[in-house]
């Protein structure tokens, strides 16, 4: 669905029809026909529109001759809430700036998007466009930041849990904040490229203007501090997962050793009946007592053991 918006009396307000200086926003439902008629409406190639819809798209900009095309990727959460995937993803959002209209699309209702129609970016204005794209990689920095503190509390949580038991549900959580992770560093990675690219190449012309170009380094830095701590938080997770690994394997062989000491006790019992239970002359057969006599041995010689393996600490 294509929507036009405008600052109007310093409200975000939706328009009627196309005026210069205008937003221009392409949001779900998206039908083919809209893309195509946009296309044709300013002349230019549709594969930016369907680029900016594929997910494996990495984060790059083009210009051509009058069109600049920005495709940057943002993390959502993860419509498929299975056990075996990735609690967020990303998405790209594509910005075409054209002479009189910035035009972005994204393939899912995005919250860094939404952020500028609820109102909450200081100092937004569309007609701007060279701040309205340093404005949309500032919030989508900062929700990334957001997801990665949210992703850390949820590890944190479930390391606790692990403390106190051992089933897979953990492990199964922990596995989809991993994949949750490796999805942040891989577009982080790609997102510092391209504004470090942009900034070099002076892509959105703001070299004389002080303020635009502050904004952008400090974007830049936030976007270094982001991929730093998703990186941090891998590591925490591998660690965590090794560790975790480690403890489960020593708890299972000291479970091994303690059942292999209690077959060994009790074979002493066990091995000192059958002899009495053969068929055979044996050893005070005819005592009336020898019944008692066999019993304190065998709980006797099953004690010594007992003290032999705790003086070796192996009980």
Known sequence: MIRYYALEQGRLTALEALQPGCWINIDPPIEQEELESLANQFKFAIDYLIDSLDIDERSRYERDEDLGFILVNTPILNEVDQENEAIYVTIPIGILL???????????DNPVLNRFFEGKVRNF???????????????NVLYFLSCLKKLNL????????????????????????????????????ANELLK?????????KISDDEDKSDLFE????????????ANVYTNILNGT???YASIVSNNLNVFIQRLTIVTVVLMVPTLVASFYGMNVPVPFQRSERSFYWIVIFSVV???LLVGIFRRKRLF
């Open 98 to 108: 054209f002479k009189d209209y910035i035009v972005t699309i994204s393939g899912r």
């Open 125 to 139: 204005d569309p007609s701007d466009f060279s701040l309205f794209v340093l404005q949309i990689f500032e919030q």
């Open 154 to 189: 949820k590890r944190n949580l479930i390391e606790k849990e692990l403390y106190n038991s051992s089933r897979n549900e953990e492990l199964k959580q922990l596995l989809r904040i991993e994949k949750s992770l490796v999805f942040f560093v891989n577009t982080l990675s």
């Open 196 to 204: 470090m690219k942009m900034k070099r190449s002076d892509f959105l």
């Open 218 to 229: 400090d974007i830049i830095i936030d976007n270094g501090q982001a991929l730093e701590m």
């Open 241 to 243: 997962m090794e560790a």
């Open 301 to 303: 010689v099953s004690f």
